[in-house]
């Protein structure tokens, strides 16, 4: 289980400024969530991937990072399912080319999805995570399949949830058009009865600035919206439009 932060701003900024306040209680959360940090940043058409397997709050990598110009940036916090070694390979974001993907959650058994991946993206893993095989997926929907990024994380969450158990396929996906976010959990999972109805609850604002999503334990204040369970929120990077799309049982989109 981790943490998750994602925005994207009008025009290139330092996130440290981006973030607006936010920043400094996501990283506090690395305390808990210690097994590694990654960070996406986007300005333009250039990406700037960094990350670390240390704790966030006691990296200096992780602060330099955090000072990246950008316009559109994802940020995770890593706290490792059990068994899960802590190394580079496993440390999100996972990136293909122009996407980068985070994971907030777990699913079991990890290999659910492996014959629908494309063997040579399965053989490229660079790890031997759920959330990688997650992102590959997803990735393998997106370039066999002619979709797009809301159909392939719906489609691939279905998936998941018809192949195994999971806690939450809370994710980010960040591309050259737009940062995607999609909620989900399973309430009858044993991390979401022992930690509570709010752990995997995902929330978004829209500001001045630009637009913010983020996992549970930074969002206060009543400027903040819940991203309901089920739906995934769309921030246009050339406009900043914000949308989200609800995915119905037959799978069949609707678009607001």
């Known amino acids: 289980m981790c943490r998750l932060l994602g925005v994207v701003t009008r025009v290139p900024r330092p996130l440290t400024e981006a973030l607006d306040g936010l920043l400094e209680p996501f990283t506090a959360l690395s305390r808990e969530h210690a097994d590694g940090w990654g960070i996406a940043a986007r300005s333009g058409r250039e990406q700037i991937i960094t990350r670390g397997t240390d704790s966030a709050h006691a990296s200096p990598s992780y602060r330099a990072a955090t000072e990246a110009v950008a316009d559109a940036a994802l940020l995770h916090l890593r706290l490792a399912s059990p068994g899960s070694p802590i190394r580079p390979g496993n440390t999100h974001p996972f990136v293909a080319g122009t996407l980068a993907f985070a994971h907030n959650g777990f699913f079991s058994p990890r290999e659910a999805l492996d014959d629908l991946i494309e063997p040579e993206l399965l053989a490229g893993a660079t790890g031997d995570t759920d959330s990688e095989r997650f992102f590959l997926r997803v990735l393998s929907r997106l370039r066999s399949e002619n979709t797009d990024p809301?159909?392939?994380?719906?489609?691939?969450?279905?998936?998941?949830?018809?192949?195994?158990?999971?806690?939450?396929?809370n994710c980010l996906l960040l591309t050259e058009g737009a940062l995607y976010a999609y909620a989900q959990e399973d309430p009858e999972s044993e991390v979401s009865r022992r930690r509570g109805p709010e752990f995997f609850r995902m929330h978004y604002r829209i500001g001045p600035i630009g637009a913010v999503v983020t996992s549970n334990g930074v969002a206060t204040?009543?400027?903040?919206?819940?991203?309901?369970?089920?739906?995934?929120?769309?921030?246009?990077?050339?406009?900043?439009?914000?949308?989200?799309?609800?995915?119905?049982?037959?799978?069949?989109?609707?678009?607001?």
């Open 150 to 169: 809301v159909d392939a994380i719906a489609h691939t969450a279905a998936d998941i949830q018809a192949r195994a158990t999971f806690g939450s396929l």
């Open 221 to 256: 204040g009543r400027e903040w919206e819940t991203l309901p369970y089920g739906r995934i929120l769309e921030i246009r990077r050339s406009d900043l439009r914000v949308s989200t799309h609800a995915v119905t049982t037959g799978l069949s989109r609707i678009d607001r």
